[in-house]
């Protein structure tokens, strides 16, 4: 690989795209962009339209309304576009009878590649000669999604474009594709990844958008959506300082052994100190994390009402 | 190795990227032909089957029956069978498999995936004909009539060719319309006999049905002698109908289908 300059530079850019399947809205008004040298995480629930949006992105379904850019380019205006971009947008749509070489094979004689390169991505992707030879219908999930990161890697591309890739891998795969994506956006390389599960992304992506129900439900740096407002605070005579915020108009809620409030910690403090009342804690809320605003923003705009989840 | 490295203000560099070339495309759908343990079977089948039933014909028939056109025609039926499921399956199953994530991903042109699947599905085609008339010249060298070799001229070879041709271009044509090789295999094979029956019953247009079953007007492909100007217009009628339209729709339909 190649040294890659790390410009923040527009390379995916979506505006305004939107995918009506009859009276169905699988896609409203979607609009985002991934720089250059960043990990996007693109979050939501099971049917929330990511996929339907990634293969928009690479014109497998077309738009109703509103276009993708590639670096400026329409997909198909791009020359070999696996050189340029790697795709993985279902693991397991992989013909059965296949080798796992064999798979890497087709991918590098269509893009015009040496056969070596199959070699050192089997490697990257840690899959041995013996599995490569096994065919895909008896891959695990795990070994499935390897070899779709070893396919979208092959052509050397410099934005990765990633459905549900950490979907069956274990902890210890999930820790290794973390590392490849971190040192890959490093060298410069744009990725977006998708996934339903918070945690999978929290810890890899620079900027994340959260989607429900077709629609973006917030976007930006994780530092800005992981920002909380309000304060948790603590006292022996927790009645008494639920009362003295009651009457100062400080809405509080208790949470553990505490109450928490939207109000900031400062505001807090002197409602305590005018009451007369000792704070045993009172620090900014952490905010149970991304976890709840995921669970917040998804809840509402879930298809299903899942029970005991509503946040 | 790097061929695409990033330049400044988030452009990609395709100094050096070449659309990918229709015969790259035709190669890597030649080898999908034969890369699975199914199609390998396949290929293998065709191949033996085509050996067998000359071979069958050389130990059964009289000698004057074994003439260099009857050892090759002796083998359109087991492979105009064969052939055209070939092509079937190289279309449908980017499908059924949903390959075609990939390969409509790695080229965005779904036209140029079709024609090459077309080429690769013909030269197989031809492969096996090629395969034919070798075994067949073997046979006729090695015990063939005083007469073998006679009667013998391009056009024999012009309507067993195109026989073939329009097997493999109607199974293409089918698998690209119902994009499924359950539906489109069995279409191959019911539909002329469907038409048959329709055509045996429904005497009041017998006077219509060479110009619209397939099976009828291609007769004359079989036999010797040289067609008409009426069965050549029955026969392209007959085609445009059952070849030619269907594969339009196909076409159509895969131009426009969303790939998931």
């Not at chain 1, 795209?17 to 996007?40: H, M, N, P």
């Not at chain 1, 379904?61 to 509103?66: D, K, L, N, V």
């Not at chain 1, 129900?213 to 920002?227: C, F, H, W, Y």
């Not at chain 2, 060479?210 to 392209?236: C, H, K, M, N």
């Amino acid at each position: 690989m190649g040294r890659r300059t790390a410009l923040a530079g527009r390379m995916i850019t979506v505006d305004s795209v939107s995918k009506r399947y009859g009276r169905f809205l699988a896609v409203d008004d979607v609009s985002f962009e991934c720089r250059a040298g960043q990990v996007t995480g693109f979050l939501g629930p099971n049917g929330a339209g990511k996929s339907t949006s990634m293969r928009i992105m690479v014109d497998l379904t077309p738009a109703s309304h509103g276009t993708v850019r590639i670096a400026g380019h329409r997909y198909v205006d791009i020359p070999n576009p696996g050189r340029h971009v790697g795709v993985l947008l279902d693991a397991s749509a992989q013909h059965a009878g296949r080798t796992g070489r064999e798979v890497l094979t087709l991918g590098a004689k269509t893009m015009g590649l040496p056969d070596s390169r199959v070699e050192e991505m089997l490697d990257l992707v840690a899959l041995s000669a013996t599995e490569a030879k096994r065919r895909v219908r008896n891959y695990s999930l795990g070994m499935r999604q390897r070899l779709g990161i070893a396919h979208a890697l092959l052509g050397d591309p410099s934005i990765l474009i990633l459905d549900e890739p950490a979907n069956g891998l274990d902890p210890a795969g999930i820790h290794w594709m973390r590392g490849l994506l971190r040192s890959y956006a490093e060298r410069g390389g744009t990725v977006l990844l998708s996934s339903h599960l918070l945690h999978e992304v929290e810890r890899i992506a620079d900027e994340l958008i959260l989607i429900g129900n077709g629609r973006i439900v917030a976007q930006g740096t994780k530092q800005e959506l992981l920002q909380t407002r309000g304060a948790y605070v603590r006292a022996q005579e927790q009645e008494a300082l639920a009362d003295a915020l009651a009457r100062a108009g400080v809405h509080a809620v208790p949470s553990g052994t505490g109450l928490r409030s939207d109000a900031e910690a400062e505001q807090i403090g002197k409602v305590a100190a005018t009451a007369g009342i000792a704070l045993t804690e009172l620090r900014p809320a952490d905010g149970a994390g991304l976890e709840e605003m995921f669970l917040q923003l998804t809840a509402d705009s879930q298809r299903d009402t899942t029970e005991g989840v509503a946040a | 190795m790097s061929t695409s490295t990033l330049a400044a203000g988030g452009t990609l560099d395709f100094t050096g990227t070449r659309a990918v070339p229709l015969s790259r495309l035709i190669g890597v759908e030649l080898r999908k032909l034969g890369d699975t343990r199914a199609g390998k079977w396949l290929l293998i089948g065709i191949a033996a089957i085509t050996v067998a039933v000359i071979t069958i014909f050389f130990l059964t028939a009289n000698e004057s029956d074994r003439t260099f056109l009857n050892f090759v025609g002796i083998t359109a039926t087991p492979q105009g069978f064969l052939l055209p499921v070939l092509g079937v399956l190289l279309v449908t199953s980017e499908w059924t498999q949903r390959t075609g994530l990939v390969t409509f991903s790695l080229v965005p042109h779904r036209g140029r995936v079709v024609a090459a699947k077309v080429a690769a599905s013909l030269i197989a085609g031809a492969a096996a004909i090629a395969l034919a008339l070798l075994v067949a010249t073997a046979a006729t060298v090695i015990g063939g009539s005083p007469e073998a070799w006679s009667g013998i001229g391009a056009h024999s070879f012009g309507k067993f060719g195109l026989l073939q041709v329009m097997g493999v271009l109607q199974g293409l044509a089918l698998g690209l319309l119902f994009l499924n090789s359950a539906a489109a295999i069995v279409t191959y094979f019911v539909l002329p006999t469907a038409v048959s029956i329709v055509a045996a019953l429904w005497t009041a247009l017998s006077d219509v049905w060479p110009w619209v079953d397939l099976g009828t007007a291609q007769q004359p492909l079989f036999s010797g002698g040289d067609l008409t100007g009426e069965q050549w217009s029955q026969l392209g009628v007959a085609t445009l109908i059952w070849v030619a339209l269907p594969f339009a729709l196909g076409v159509v339909r895969v131009l426009r289908a969303e790939i998931k």
